[in-house]
């Protein structure tokens, strides 16, 4: 009997993707009975999508990466410092201010050659950095976690496939790092370069290359791995436009938001409604406009998928388009990120239990089942709750993981079992 092939694909979506990620990635693990995040047949992450499918491929639980990423309870060296993301390209500035003397005298010769004051203009710009914010010490940082005992930086010595898709600055092409012919380049710096978004990161140089975001082609780079033939492929994509429906009466609005945020607990309490985006100013505008073309190429992407490959179920998880608590959370803020990682586990167990009759053959196709006793635990958090001590939610947790170990116990006993049954039904 063949082994199901399960995939893993991760958008991206800045922290806030990451934090949204990690919170539905332990919500799935947990009620889906046979699913291990760290056994997949093969992953593929763009941007930020790309941090955290690479732990996942070096053997890191969603819980650990919750305990490294959001709660920063992880020890040495897998806990994350949020800071170093935040730490100024001071390399950049420096490199374009030593241009700066050579073009001022440029630009003052074509001035008084008469030339055109647009073209001088332009020169100049030249001396702008390419990017506000340094990734080396975030590289730096993924390089001691993946050089741990048991890990590698190296996607050659993983036990899994792994992909991290960047973009070639020169050419536009989408760069899959880890298959063959890119699989020579570390994981730590793979990542750094999928997660360079422009303006905010330089472009990240990669054997006399540049290389930036891997989402300026496509959201998903899905079609990767399923050419491989997978049976499940479990897509996660964080950022979604926003559907405030402010044409329904105000009652209604309301209404529709009081259910939600009961829905998800008070942990995760929505704003009731946003009535008009244009009064939130340009990020607000900007945020939607960003969120509108990435999702709209998501969704043509999901429909060529299953058409080009009709033997895979694909299951799409991301926010409710309504839900203003994620679209109104900073992206690039870290200050929320306990409180936007717990939001985004209720709301995925609670997507789970509204669709569990659909996605339920899914899953069983490639030998998973949907444990709908765990999704009916009600009280069960990502994070401690208010006031609670740390052996409550040791315990508690505990409790989670044994559940998670029997359910794979239980997927393991029924494959063996069907392995030695299937001679005898040969004979017979």
Known sequence: MRQPKIGLALAGGGPLGAIYEVGALCALEEAIGGLDFTACDAYIGVSAGGFIAAGLANGMTPRQLCAAFISNTAEA???FDPAELLLPAWHEFGERLRLLPGLLSEAARELLEGRSRLSTL????????????SSERFGAALTRVFDEPGRSNDFRQLRHRLVLVATDLDTGEAIPFGTDGWDHVPISRAVQASAALPGLFPPVEIDGRHYVDG???????????????LDLLICLNPLVPYASDRRAPREGRERHAKKLASKLGRTAALQPRIPRLVDGGLPLV???TF????????????KGYERTHPQTDILL?????????LFLANTFSYSQRRRLAE????????????RAAGFAPKFARAGLRLREDVLADREARLLPAPGETRTELALRQLRGSLAILEARRDVAAAQRLAKT??????QG
């Open 343 to 354: 939001h985004a586990y209720q709301a995925t167990r609670e997507l789970l239990r509204e």
């Open 77 to 79: 060296p897998d806990r």
């Open 215 to 229: 989402a300026l082609k496509k959201t998903l780079h899905a079609s990767v791995l399923l050419d491989r033939g």
């Open 317 to 325: 998880f991301e926010p409710d388009p309504r839900d203003a608590e």
């Open 286 to 288: 900007l945020s939607q």
């Open 291 to 302: 969120r509108s073309l990435i999702h709209s190429r998501l969704a043509l992407g999901m």
């Open 122 to 133: 332009e020169r100049l710009g030249r001396v702008l950095p390419t990017g506000l914010l």
């Open 421 to 426: 049954n299937k001679p005898e039904r040969q």
